[in-house]
Nanobody, 123 residues
């Protein structure tokens, strides 16, 4: 089994920054890719950013390019999401997940999920 635990969420003013972290545990943890998703109230869960576990290749959805940066530390089994220039529309619960293929952007392509961490951006 694999467990993912997110941390680092909170309340921030528009234009501010937050850094989310996801820590993985479990003897079978060996993903192809790690991703961050988010889900706002009444909306579907959407892809934010992903990073290939071995090569470190990163990819993002358009609305966070230039503002968010995903990174991973293989030795520590952590994946971080640095979020800068936050906007009120970034308010959501953010989830990390381990994925089944590099480049995956759909929730169905991820098999393990964390419990989520709330990010609230005030205007």
């Amino acid at each position: 089994q694999v467990q993912l635990v997110e941390s680092g969420g909170g309340l921030v003013q528009a234009g501010g920054s937050l850094r989310l972290s996801c820590t993985a545990s479990g003897r079978t943890f060996s993903p192809y890719v790690m991703g961050w998703f988010r889900q706002a109230p009444g909306k579907e869960r959407e892809f934010v950013a992903g990073v290939s576990w071995i090569g470190g290749t990163t990819y993002y959805t358009d609305f966070v390019k230039g503002r968010f940066t995903i990174s991973r530390d293989n030795a520590k089994k952590t994946v971080d999401l640095q979020m800068n220039s936050l906007k009120p529309e970034d308010t959501a619960v953010y989830y990390c997940a381990s994925g089944l293929r590099i480049g995956a952007r759909l929730p169905s392509q991820y098999d393990y999920w964390g419990q989520g961490t709330q990010v609230t951006v005030s205007s």
